[in-house]
């Protein structure tokens, strides 16, 4: 055998070799975590796209500073203010739109509704609603709810006194939304969450009775044209829900704690059928409840858990300081959120495995948005 013989043997593998080792550490250093952008105020509503992250920053109290509307894309850099008022409640980004609910000032509760498309930076803006929150979009289909404050906060506790919270669809203006259900509540806005649509079957959590006391949280379902809402499910305390196509996730309180309330578990329940299953206990109290690709995920107390399929205990996957639902998402393959990067909270994006890392380093290419910036006042047109 010729001596260079091995040699010209092993060039080929030697060069394909080099080649992967180039394109896995292409991948590892386009698709790693990394901070997305500086993070003030409060973060509500945080939501992920193929154009990018937007999230609601607010202050601590509504008046202190103008809320707004923030946008970065998936590399990364320095935010860009796509909307500001006096403040703003919720977002949703639809067919290359965004959606925003607002109020333009203190003198009273009267709301707004904005539609921006996210190319040209042309908007409409709706007038007419009273204490928005909440938002979800379906096509050409909105859903929101209006508050109407208690008129004697003094007794709140008994029903007809307590703020009511209407929950509202409209395929045309919002003036001429159709009322889906009346709810009872604590807070001058809506509490809850509207996790999601299924079958054209809306599905909120609804709290009750939390004023004075730990009350209970339902999860409940309704199409416009059905007459009353259906409960999914009834918990005590204050709880949160997700929805992952067929199957709907929710917590409640801990079986296993000396004190019920210092911890969660985590149903999960097919929603064409009654039977709900346990899937884990020892979750904490309070956090933000995910899915992703056919499983769920919870974040909360400083770490990311794994939700497991059946009953099992939650695995800590990732530590991540995000602090509730509004203010975390998973999209394909990684985590997004508010989380502290050497003690300042940043925007940061997390992969939570090798799809995360690849479609992380695709990321970089991106669509044009108009980030001209949308101010809001007492007259906003």
Not at 8 to 15: C, D, G, R
Not at 92 to 105: C, D, F, K, P
Not at 202 to 221: D, H, K, M, N
Request: aromatic share 8%; glycine share 12%.
């Amino acid at each position: 055998m010729p001596p260079g013989f091995c040699l010209m043997k092993a060039k080929p593998f030697t060069l394909a070799l080099a080649v992967v080792v180039l394109v896995v550490g292409a991948i590892y250093a386009r698709g790693r975590g990394r901070p997305l952008a500086d993070i003030e105020g409060q973060t509500r509503d945080l939501t992920v796209t193929p154009q990018g992250v937007f999230w609601i920053s607010a202050p601590a109290e509504p008046g202190d500073s103008p809320a707004r509307i923030m946008y970065v894309g998936a590399g990364g850099g320095t935010p860009s203010v796509l909307l500001q008022a006096y403040d703003v409640r919720s977002l949703a980004v639809h067919s290359g739109s965004l959606y925003a609910l607002a109020e333009t000032g203190p003198e009273d509760a009267g709301g707004v509704l904005v539609i921006r498309d996210l190319k040209t930076g042309q908007r409409q803006v709706h007038k007419g609603l009273h204490s928005p929150q909440g938002l979800y979009v379906d096509g050409s289909r909105l859903f929101w709810t209006e508050s109407r404050a208690s008129r004697a906060e003094a007794i709140a506790h008994v029903p007809i006194m307590c703020p009511l919270h209407a929950l509202r669809v409209t395929d045309a203006a919002p003036a001429q939304g159709k009322l889906m259900s009346l709810m009872e509540g604590s807070d001058r806005h809506f509490a809850g969450q509207i996790v999601g649509l299924r079958d054209d079957k809306l599905y909120w959590t609804e709290p009750i009775g939390q004023a004075f006391s730990a009350g209970c949280t339902l999860v409940r379902r309704k199409a416009p044209s059905d007459m009353d809402p259906e409960t999914m499910a009834r918990t005590k305390g204050a709880n949160v829900a997700a929805l992952d196509g067929a199957n709907l996730y929710w917590t409640a309180y801990s079986l296993e704690l000396n004190r019920p309330s210092g911890g969660r578990v985590t149903y999960r329940r097919h929603v064409d059928t009654p039977d709900q299953e346990l899937l884990t206990d020892w979750l904490p109290a309070m956090g933000a409840l995910l899915t992703d690709r056919g499983g769920a995920r919870f974040v909360g107390a400083g770490w990311l858990w794994e939700i497991p399929h059946r009953l099992a205990e939650p695995t800590p996957v990732r530590r991540f300081v995000a602090r509730g639902p509004g203010t975390v998402a998973l999209y394909r393959g990684s985590i997004y959120g508010v989380d502290l990067v050497q003690d300042t909270e940043k925007l940061v994006r997390r992969p939570l495995g090798l799809r995360g890392y690849i479609l992380g380093a695709l990321a970089f290419r991106q669509p044009a948005i108009n980030t001209d910036t949308t101010v809001l006042g007492g007259d906003a047109a």
